[in-house]
């Protein structure tokens, strides 16, 4: 089967990973350079961190297992970090949601669970420690740095055979019918699939309407709209932050390169498309400032901030599954945490139906149940 995947983020990236190496054929288009899209800019903390869904809290216990799978086979590549995650809270109400969220996760047999200030000061020696917080420690979380991932995917896929073709869009579906039998470049020609997976993060829309395909994503583009975020790296700042860390007003996590990656809900929804580059620049001075107050060792400099947008369906959930005879869709929040075993689930299904993916097929009716891609004032970014 020709398999032609639309997207160099990491869903395309674990897909071409996962469907090279057999009999088929798999092609990778991406327009820009793999992970140029909110994979490359995302916080990336994987978790199941949020009890509200058991069942969707289950599929992404099982996505955790897959990473690590995954990781072993790359043989504990540096992208690929379980640090543990370190949150706090420190006004009574959140202090409550914290404690029940630890209790509901426990029960769950998810580990979690309280510590003292003490036991917080040995696992970040460098964190000023926060006076009568309630402080929750997840041994099990931990980041993928999106880049080098996606990176290591594409490499892994390419050298089993599968080919990429870069800096061209596809601007189109092409259609024999009601059939979908690949795209049309950029370049103006034709690549002729048998299967389109449509992989394109928060530009699926765009590209699944060419064939009559409505794709209920958030739209970015609306005043106030949730799927724009911001997240700021620093400069290497080495031995300062062990793990994933979600304090009051920042969260933040190592990248391989020692320096920091920085992100606060707050800022995040204070971020649109409108955003200037001069209010992009105040709002990662801002992080800056939080984290130098968090971590008084703190020399670092902003390297790079970046405005992304979530690919974020309307209910929160994957959306995974044909809409025509040819084409497939796989776009979702919390990509990272999710890919390779969204992958691996895809696989199957392509072969025949996957029961776990039947609660995310695209057809399914969808009530916009997410009011913000953070799931609280404490958490920073949710998991959901
Ligand atoms: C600020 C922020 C923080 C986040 N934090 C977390 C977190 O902590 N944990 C977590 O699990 N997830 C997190 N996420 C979500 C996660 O990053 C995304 O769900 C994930 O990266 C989506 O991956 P993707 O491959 O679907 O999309 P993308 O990475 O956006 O990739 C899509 C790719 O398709 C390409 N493309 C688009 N249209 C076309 C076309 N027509 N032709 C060819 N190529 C095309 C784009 O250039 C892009 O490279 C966060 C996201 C943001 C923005």
Same mark, same amino acid.
């Given at each position: 089967?020709?398999?032609?995947?639309?997207?160099?983020?990491?869903?395309?990236?674990?897909?071409?990973?996962?469907?090279?190496?057999?009999?088929?054929?798999?092609?990778?288009?991406?327009?820009? @350079?793999?992970?140029?899209?909110?994979?490359?800019?995302?916080?990336?903390?994987?978790?199941?961190?949020?009890?509200?869904?058991?069942?969707?809290?289950?599929?992404?216990?099982?996505?955790?297992?897959a990473w690590r799978r995954l990781a072993g086979e790359f043989g504990d590549p540096g992208w690929f970090r379980i640090t543990g995650n370190t949150a706090?809270?420190?006004?009574?109400?959140?202090?409550? &949601?914290?404690?029940?969220?630890?209790?509901?996760?426990?029960?769950?047999?998810? *580990?979690?669970?309280?510590?003292?200030?003490?036991?917080?000061?040995?696992?970040?020696?460098?964190?000023?420690?926060?006076?009568?917080?309630?402080?929750?420690?997840?041994?099990?979380?931990?980041?993928?740095?999106?880049?080098?991932?996606?990176?290591?995917?594409?490499?892994?896929?390419?050298?089993?055979?599968?080919?990429? &073709?870069?800096?061209?869009?596809?601007?189109?579906?092409?259609?024999?019918?009601?059939?979908?039998?690949?795209?049309?470049?950029?370049?103006?020609?034709?690549?002729?699939?048998?299967?389109?997976?449509?992989?394109?993060?928060?530009? $699926?829309?765009a590209l699944l309407a060419s064939a009559g395909v409505v794709l209920p994503l958030v739209d970015a583009e609306a005043a106030g709209s949730s799927a724009?975020?911001?997240?700021?790296?620093?400069?290497? *700042?080495?031995?300062? &932050?062990?793990?994933?860390?979600? $304090?009051?007003?920042?969260?933040?996590?190592?990248?391989?390169?020692?320096?920091?990656?920085?992100?606060?809900?707050?800022?995040?929804?204070?971020?649109?498309?409108?955003?200037?580059?001069?209010?992009?620049?105040?709002?990662?001075?801002?992080?800056?400032?939080?984290?130098?107050?968090?971590?008084?060792?703190?020399?670092?400099?902003?390297?790079? &901030?970046?405005?992304?947008?979530?690919?974020?369906? *309307?209910?929160?959930?994957?959306?995974?599954?044909?809409?025509?005879?040819?084409?497939?869709?796989?776009?979702?929040?919390?990509?990272?945490?999710?890919?390779?075993?969204?992958?691996?689930?895809?696989?199957?299904?392509? @072969?025949?139906?996957?029961?776990?993916?039947?609660?995310?097929?695209?057809?399914?009716?969808?009530?916009?149940?997410?009011? $913000?891609?953070?799931?609280?004032?404490?958490?920073?970014?949710?998991?959901?």
């Open positions: 089967m020709r398999i032609v995947i639309i997207g160099g983020g990491i869903i395309g990236a674990a897909l071409a990973d996962r469907l090279t190496g057999g009999t088929d054929e798999v092609t990778l288009v991406e327009q820009d @350079r793999p992970g140029a899209g909110a994979s490359g800019a995302s916080f990336a903390w994987l978790n199941a961190n949020d009890p509200g869904d058991p069942a969707y809290h289950s599929l992404r216990v099982a996505a955790l297992g706090w809270a420190d006004t009574d109400p959140v202090k409550a &949601v914290l404690s029940e969220r630890v209790a509901r996760l426990s029960t769950l047999g998810y *580990a979690a669970t309280l510590i003292t200030a003490d036991r917080l000061r040995d696992i970040e020696p460098s964190l000023r420690p926060p006076a009568g917080a309630v402080i929750a420690h997840y041994p099990g979380e931990g980041y993928v740095h999106g880049p080098d991932a996606v990176a290591a995917l594409l490499g892994r896929a390419r050298d089993a055979g599968a080919r990429l &073709v870069t800096g061209t869009p596809a601007t189109r579906l092409n259609l024999r019918g009601e059939r979908v039998t690949g795209v049309r470049l950029g370049t103006g020609d034709d690549l002729h699939a048998d299967l389109t997976i449509c992989a394109a993060g928060r530009h $699926s829309p724009p975020g911001l997240t700021a790296t620093t400069t290497p *700042a080495p031995g300062l &932050v062990n793990g994933v860390v979600h $304090s009051p007003g920042l969260d933040l996590r190592p990248t391989p390169g020692q320096g920091l990656v920085l992100e606060a809900a707050d800022l995040d929804d204070a971020t649109d498309l409108t955003s200037s580059p001069a209010e992009l620049d105040a709002r990662a001075a801002e992080l800056l400032d939080r984290a130098r107050s968090l971590i008084p060792g703190l020399t670092a400099r902003i390297e790079k &901030v970046r405005r992304c947008v979530r690919p974020l369906p *309307a209910d929160g959930r994957p959306l995974a599954g044909r809409h025509l005879p040819g084409l497939y869709t796989a776009v979702t929040h919390s990509g990272i945490t999710l890919g390779p075993h969204l992958a691996d689930l895809i696989a199957a299904d392509l @072969r025949d139906d996957e029961p776990a993916l039947a609660p995310y097929r695209p057809g399914r009716p969808i009530r916009a149940q997410l009011a $913000s891609a953070h799931a609280g004032p404490l958490f920073g970014y949710s998991g959901g």
